[in-house]
T-cell receptor, first 112, second 112 residues
Framework: IAGITQAPTSQILAAGRRMTLRCTQD?????MYWYRQDLGLGLRLIHY???????GKGEVPDGYSVSRANTDDFPLTLASAVPSQTSVYFC???????????FGPGTRLTVL | GESVGLHLPTLSVQEGDNSIINCAYS??????FIWYKQESGKGPQFIID?????DKRQGQRVTVLLNKTVKHLSLQIAATQPGDSAVYFC???????????FGAGTTVTVRA
């Protein structure tokens, strides 16, 4: 693994189903982030984690939850998916504040 | 006086010409700024960054200019190439805060 990996690459999901998007980084970065990207709205922060064991809410956290049990993994869970959660989801990491964030390749999620 | 560039959602550039992409940031407390490039179907990729104690920084074929007085950031790409076609995002950050705030993005199309 080099950098950040995300799984799955894409997923079609029925409304009401539970879904976990996976994110793993091998750079030993302290901080990790989840964004959603919608056409015309740019990247919006869902949740973040400054260090293992801590998480925080971003700009659009409702309907999503995260956990950070270790440094490398930062899964994003949709407990009961709704069509408005159709989006492209990006995971990112950084090693310190005021430094660039490195992004994964994204997960394209469609909720029907 | 100095003119402030208008943020445009799209920019069409002739191959070989220079490109200028503008961004107005919102928070006067922001002190770290990044430009990202996002190609179709991929995650954002770091291009160049600048801290608030500078007003200009150069990379390979790219220059970032920062005007803190009017809260304006620009990215200049020299001798634009077809591979520069992408969406470009600016992002701002406040000292010691891990989170980035992203702009809406500018889609650059390079004409052959």
């Amino acid at each position: 693994i080099a950098g950040i990996t995300q799984a799955p690459t894409s997923q079609i999901l029925a409304a009401g189903r539970r879904m976990t998007l996976r994110c793993t980084q091998d750079m030993r970065h302290n901080a990790m982030y989840w964004y959603r990207q919608d056409l015309g709205l740019g990247l919006r922060l869902i949740h973040y984690s400054n260090t293992a064991g801590t998480t925080g809410k971003g700009e659009v956290p409702d309907g999503y939850s995260v956990s950070r049990a270790n440094t490398d993994d930062f899964p994003l869970t949709l407990a009961s998916a709704v069509p408005s959660q159709t989006s492209v989801y990006f995971c990112a990491s950084s090693d310190s504040p005021s430094r660039e964030q490195f992004f994964g390749p994204g997960t394209r999620l469609t909720v029907l | 006086g100095e003119s402030v560039g208008l943020h445009l959602p799209t920019l069409s550039v002739q191959e070989g010409d220079n490109s200028i992409i503008n961004c107005a940031y919102s928070n006067s407390a922001s002190d770290y700024f990044i430009w990202y490039k996002q190609e179709s179907g991929k995650g954002p990729q770091f291009i160049i960054d600048i801290r608030s104690n500078m007003d200009k920084r150069q990379g390979q074929r790219v220059t970032v200019l920062l005007n803190k007085t009017v809260k304006h950031l620009s990215l200049q790409i020299a001798a634009t190439q077809p591979g520069d076609s992408a969406v470009y995002f600016c992002a701002e950050n406040i000292l010691n805060d891990y989170k980035l705030s992203f702009g809406a993005g500018t889609t650059v199309t390079v004409r052959a």
